[in-house]
């Protein structure tokens, strides 16, 4: 289940690196000092703009900007971006707990960590097999996809309450004792200890 919802945004890192390199911090900075419209220059660092017009020529703001950094024209942004922009550069993506850690904590993905996540997604897989349908869609849609109750009562064509029912009893099911130990010794199988 997804605990934390990320907002990203992509940034022309290699203009944003020449900025941090030359003390500039803010765009409306680089704007006055570079004698660029602010807009056109939101639009090169979010990489809306185009260094290059669809004829081949340098636009006016790169050029600008090329020669206040005293850069060539493609060191201003990443290669596909030279004659293709964005059409969005913002994304909201759903995250559990141990991705967001990896992601704010870590300078890379640890891979074992995630062979952990896969395996137990697996595990759980395996232990609701032995639930109704109805169970197995609820957990799965509730607990992996990460959906409200309203968005599986929709799917199941029944009121919130009663999907809450459903994974009540599941979520009863699983906990029992021996249905526990079935799961914690598939996952000593699946992990190799």
Known sequence: MSDYELQISVKNAPLLNLMRK????????????????????????????????????????????????????EELAPEPQHYTALTKNKVAIQVNAEQMFALTHQTEVDPVALIGQEQMQEAIKDAISGLTVRQQI????????????????????????????????????????????????????????
Do not use: W
């Open 22 to 73: 030359n003390g500039i911090t803010t765009l409306s900075q680089l704007a006055e000092l570079a004698d660029v419209n602010y807009q056109q220059l939101c639009g090169l660092a979010n990489l809306k703009m185009t260094i290059y017009s669809s004829k081949g020529e340098v636009r006016l703001t790169p050029a600008k900007i090329s020669d206040f950094f005293n850069v060539m024209p």
């Open 138 to 193: 609820v957990l799965t849609e509730r607990f992996l996809e990460g959906k409200t109750l309203q968005e599986v009562g929709d799917h199941l064509n029944c009121t919130t309450a009663r999907v809450r029912q459903i994974e009540q009893k599941a979520l009863r099911i699983l906990r029992h004792p021996k249905m526990s130990m079935e799961l914690h010794e598939h996952l000593q199988r699946v992990s190799g200890e």
